[in-house]
């Protein structure tokens, strides 16, 4: 009797640095507790884009190839054994995590902190889990979540980066008549003004170094208003690098005319002069929020931080954020998101996308936001 021939299908694979190929490969039933879906839309990230250039993600390198890609939507095409929650057709975000359920961690709410989590994408456990650039991926039906009726599968793509903003609110206990100040003009820092912005912040502000993103976040209405702050040659020493961060800090709050600081900040670079302006630019008894990933060790005014007892956090990814996500994105509260969604690739192309997200801006010299591949990122 001859073997039964299995179905194939395609996938954008990294096998290292800026080698990225379009490949065919064996497309497996799901197993117990799985589902099938078929990607519809998957948004480019910067923890993608630094596996595409450089082959790793921080300390996570590459050991083997790896799909990359996290922030997806698709259609339920097949359901594996004791799946009685989800049918084929219908349609679902993909969360990328798979947490072990077992731990102190998943017990208690918090599954992002699970030491046993494996994240689609990323390098950081092996064998690597591929992510969502493909054509097809089976995933646990308890990470995946169904789709509001008017939410696309461009907006439910979206639901992941807005998860990341949905946590780090929660950390920081944001309530509505609060004030708010975004450090960083790009897809999250965007994603934070709309959030706060929905949950009824009393005022918006962002900080960036890239004029066309401010005008973006102010042309938009993500932002009620902007500041481009200036280049300054690097400082020579922590010293002067901490005193230029405090002269920095008061030109944004004349500029801002908020002479005690903002309620929340949402510190979205990671770069470490941000980092330092963010303690400062906080009220007292504020909160500072640490949400982009760039500087491993940085040089921190803790001094300033602790006497007027603003609160330094940390947010890692989410927990239990996806139904409010989507909720969120079907409702018509975040204004003009769709807009952040600038360029569009099919699968084939996903190396071409990369370039794109790399460079920052098109031949035309439009501006790069999120780009979105696969077959129904116009849908």
Same mark, same amino acid.
């Given at each position: 009797?001859?073997?039964i021939?299995?179905?194939?299908?395609?996938a954008?694979?990294?096998?290292?640095?800026?080698?990225?190929?379009?490949q065919?490969r064996?497309?497996?039933?799901? &197993?117990?507790?799985h589902?099938?879906?078929?990607v519809?839309?998957?948004?480019?990230c910067?923890?993608?884009?630094?596996y !595409?250039?450089?082959?790793?993600?921080g300390?996570?390198?590459?050991?083997?190839?790896?799909? +990359?890609?996290h922030?997806?939507?698709?259609?339920?095409?097949?359901?594996?054994?004791?799946?009685?929650?989800?049918?084929?057709?219908?349609?679902? =975000?993909?969360?990328?995590?798979?947490m072990?359920?077992?731990c102190?961690?998943?017990?208690?709410?918090?599954y992002?902190?699970c030491?046993?989590?494996?994240?689609?994408?990323?390098?950081?456990?092996?064998?690597?889990?591929?992510?969502t +650039?493909q054509?097809?991926?089976?995933?646990?039906?308890?990470? +995946?979540?169904?789709?509001?009726?008017?939410?696309?599968?461009?907006?439910?793509?979206? %639901?992941?980066?807005?998860?990341v903003?949905?946590?780090?609110?929660?950390? =920081?206990?944001?309530?509505?008549?609060?004030?708010?100040?975004?450090?960083?003009?790009?897809?999250i820092g965007? +994603?934070?003004?709309?959030?706060?912005?929905?949950?009824? %912040?009393?005022?918006?502000?962002?900080?960036?170094?890239?004029?066309?993103?401010?005008?973006?976040?102010k042309? &938009?209405?993500?932002?009620?208003?902007?500041?481009?702050?200036?280049?300054?040659?690097? %400082?020579k020493?922590?010293?002067d690098?901490?005193?230029? =961060?405090?002269?920095?800090a008061?030109?944004?709050?004349?500029?801002?005319?908020?002479?005690?600081?903002?309620?929340?900040?949402?510190?979205?670079?990671?770069?470490?002069?941000?980092? &330092?302006?963010?303690?400062?630019?906080?009220?007292?008894?504020?909160?500072?929020?640490?949400?982009?990933?760039?500087t491993?060790?940085?040089?921190?005014?803790?001094?300033?931080? %602790?006497?007027?007892?603003?609160?330094?956090?940390?947010?890692f990814? !989410?927990?239990?954020? !996806?139904?409010?996500?989507?909720a969120?994105?079907?409702?018509?509260?975040?204004?003009n998101?769709?807009k952040?969604?600038?360029?569009?690739?099919?699968?084939k192309?996903?190396?071409?996308a990369?370039?794109?997200?790399?460079?920052g801006s098109?031949?035309?010299g439009r501006?790069?936001?999120?780009v979105?591949v696969?077959?129904?990122?116009?849908?």
């Amino acid at each position: 009797m001859s073997p039964i021939a299995l179905p194939s299908h395609h996938a954008a694979v990294l096998n290292g640095p800026k080698d990225l190929v379009y490949q065919e490969r064996t497309l497996w039933p799901p &197993q117990k507790g799985h589902a099938q879906v078929a990607v519809m839309s998957t948004g480019l990230c910067g923890s993608d884009l630094h596996y !595409y250039v450089h082959g790793r993600n921080g300390d996570f390198a590459l050991q083997a190839p790896l799909v +990359l890609g996290h922030e997806a939507a698709g259609i339920v095409t097949a359901v594996g054994a004791g799946v009685k929650n989800l049918v084929v057709g219908q349609r679902v =975000a993909i969360e990328a995590g798979i947490m072990c359920n077992n731990c102190d961690y998943c017990s208690s709410g918090r599954y992002n902190l699970c030491k046993g989590m494996r994240f689609a994408s990323s390098a950081k456990t092996f064998p690597h889990l591929d992510g969502t +650039l493909q054509e097809h991926m089976n995933h646990p039906v308890h990470v +995946l979540h169904p789709l509001p009726d008017n939410c696309s599968f461009e907006q439910a793509a979206l %639901a992941e980066p807005l998860s990341v903003l949905i946590h780090a609110s929660r950390r =920081a206990s944001l309530a509505s008549h609060q004030t708010v100040l975004v450090y960083g003009a790009g897809a999250i820092g965007l +994603l934070a003004c709309a959030l706060a912005k929905s949950q009824g %912040a009393s005022r918006v502000v962002a900080i960036d170094i890239n004029e066309a993103r401010l005008a973006f976040a102010k042309t &938009q209405g993500f932002a009620d208003d902007v500041f481009c702050l200036p280049a300054s040659p690097k %400082a020579k020493t922590t010293e002067d690098q901490l005193r230029r =961060a405090k002269e920095n800090a008061d030109r944004v709050l004349k500029v801002f005319d908020e002479e005690d600081g903002f309620d929340v900040i949402f510190e979205c670079t990671g770069a470490e002069p941000c980092i &330092q302006m963010a303690i400062h630019t906080a009220i007292t008894g504020g909160k500072v929020m640490l949400i982009g990933m760039g500087t491993r060790n940085t040089t921190l005014p803790l001094s300033a931080a %602790a006497l007027r007892e603003v609160d330094i956090q940390g947010s890692f990814r !989410y927990a239990n954020t !996806y139904p409010a996500a989507l909720a969120l994105l079907s409702s018509g509260k975040l204004a003009n998101v769709e807009k952040l969604i600038t360029h569009r690739f099919p699968l084939k192309d996903t190396d071409r996308a990369f370039e794109l997200l790399a460079r920052g801006s098109d031949e035309e010299g439009r501006m790069v936001l999120k780009v979105m591949v696969g077959p129904g990122s116009a849908s």
